[in-house]
């Protein structure tokens, strides 16, 4: 990785790392296994190509530059979800900004019981434990920084716009490409931690989807192929590198995190606004079991939803489903 431009000789690895020629040999055919493409000549050694959409700890670790965000990475080609073990960590007493990636979840979660398709290879299915210096009942503005933090890392490292849907999924064009589901552990006043579980359909094509969700479900690789001809350029396959995308949600991550914790959540509020899919929309509501429609008019400060409903009345939603219309209808 350190030297793209050329081979590395057996001796100068087996130098490096202190082993024998033949282990340096062994390794090398364990890392093609996973999935590294490896040349090698007699004359002039080894030389790591360019690579596929490789995800591992390392992948995510290396080069990354922040300080708490990703520090310790558990990664899993299998597990039922990322956020039940991110919870058990947690409890455990595992490092803030611990993060756990899988492949494949086989019970993947969404909010209320619902179910959260995880195929394997596609996407980022990740929880960050977070410990945050806050109250429980400030715990939403976490929520609302991480679609921050997924919208801003997914514009910077595919150029693909997407909005926040409140509180909690990323979509474009009314179809949902990333869902977030926070879950916390506290005492009365103090939050013990907070499990934020991404959930971001990356390399999906559209049948990877179950049927239920097909029409409403999209990745970003069907966007980036909606958009532009080509993606099958090395240039264009790179963008959707799950691991550069997760090293950037963890940067983006770490930034709405200090804000929050340094008590700048007011910057936090401003943020999502701009990025909001729901403000200034028509929308369908419900409400301790009662349906409202009305326009979404703003956020609070603790991250309720305000809206001015068709009756007159101006009402903020806590928690639950706020259906926008869009192109789709309400979704
Ligand atoms: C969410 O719930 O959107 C939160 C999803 C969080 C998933 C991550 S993956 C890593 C971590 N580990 C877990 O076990 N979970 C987290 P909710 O707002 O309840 O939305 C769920 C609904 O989204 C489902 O009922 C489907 O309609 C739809 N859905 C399910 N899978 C989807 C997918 N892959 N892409 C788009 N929509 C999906």
Redesign the pocket.
């Known amino acids: 990785m350190e030297c793209p431009e050329g081979y590395v000789s057996g001796e100068a690895l087996s130098e490096l790392l202190g082993v024998s020629r033949t282990a340096v040999w062994k390794y090398i055919k364990e890392i093609k296994e996973d999935g590294y493409e490896i040349k090698a000549s007699s004359k002039k050694g080894y030389r790591l190509g360019p690579g596929g959409d490789i995800l591992n700890s390392f992948e995510v670790m290396h080069g990354l530059d922040t300080a708490v965000m990703g520090r310790k990475v558990e990664y899993f080609k299998e597990i039922d ?4 073990y991110a919870k058990k960590l947690a409890g455990e007493g595992c490092p803030d900004g611990t993060i756990v990636l899988a492949e494949r ?1 086989t019970a ?5 019981g ?5 195929a394997g290879e596609k ?1 980022i ?3 960050v434990v977070l410990r945050p210096g806050i109250p429980p009942e400030e715990v939403q503005m976490i929520t609302l920084g991480a679609s921050i933090a997924v919208v801003k890392a997914v514009k910077e490292v595919t150029g693909i716009q997407t909005g926040i849907k409140w509180p ?2 990323i979509v474009t064009e009314g179809k ?1 490409v990333c ?3 926070t879950e916390m552990s506290c005492e009365q006043d103090r939050v013990n931690f907070v499990v934020v ?3 971001l ?1 990356v390399n999906h094509k559209q049948g990877d ?1 179950p049927d ?2 097909i029409d ?2 999209v990745s970003l690789r069907m966007l980036a192929e909606g958009r532009q001809t080509g993606i099958e350029g090395e240039a264009d396959k790179a963008k959707l590198k799950r691991s550069s995308i997760i090293k950037e949600i963890a940067r983006q991550l770490e930034k709405v995190y200090f804000d929050i914790n340094e008590g700048r959540a007011s910057g936090i509020i401003d943020q999502w606004k701009s990025y909001s899919a729901t403000l200034g929309k028509k929308v369908r509501v419900s409400i301790k079991g009662v349906e409202y429609t009305g326009t979404a008019a703003d956020i609070t400060t603790d991250g309720k939803l305000v809206v001015d409903c068709d009756d007159g009345e101006r009402r903020e939603v806590v928690s639950g489903e706020v259906m926008v219309r869009g192109i789709l209808g309400y979704v």
């Open positions: 979800s990322t956020n039940t979840q993947g979660k969404g909010r209320l619902r179910a959260w398709a995880s996407g299915w990740m929880s909690n999924d949902k869902g977030i589901l579980g991404i959930g359909n989807f239920e969700i409403r479900a």
